[in-house]
């Protein structure tokens, strides 16, 4: 911390946000810059992902389900192939937690956080990140 009690970039917790809705990508970088995420990626597609991800190196990963024609879910499962990603996944959705419960508890995504509960607080509250 500084200062100003403010928290540098450099003890910013780095994501990337993977999703193709470019106006949820937008105001969520906006609200997690000011809650203390380093949002340091975006991507709209899975190979993008996998791209952004590697060159960015980030602490946690947002991968919304639905990538328009794309699965959030094999990129997941592509992730958790890779043994040089050390990032924590967590799926985002519009949908209902309920909609996706086996299918997420099946996967290697740390957690659920739907796109309204979406905070600073949520994501480290799901990697077990004390305030």
């Given amino acids: 911390m500084n200062h100003n009690g403010q928290v540098s970039l450099e003890e910013r917790l780095r994501c990337v946000i993977v999703d193709d809705n470019l106006d949820f990508v937008i105001a969520a970088s906006r609200l997690l810059a000011r809650q203390g995420i ?27 389900i639905d990538l328009g024609s794309e699965n ?3 990129l997941v499962e592509q992730l958790g192939r890779n043994s040089t990603t050390a990032a ?23 957690a659920f956080v739907p796109k309204s509960d979406l905070s600073g607080a949520a994501i480290r509250k799901a990697l077990g990140i004390p305030e």
Avoid: N, Q, W, Y
């Fill in 38 to 64: 380093a949002v340091v990626g975006v991507a709209h597609s899975i190979s993008d992902g996998l791209r952004c991800i590697e060159k960015a190196e980030p602490a946690v990963i947002l991968v919304d």
């Fill in 72 to 74: 959030g879910f094999d």
């Fill in 88 to 110: 924590s996944v967590i799926l985002i959705s519009t949908h209902a937690a309920e909609d996706f419960a086996d299918m997420v508890a099946a996967s290697s995504a740390v």
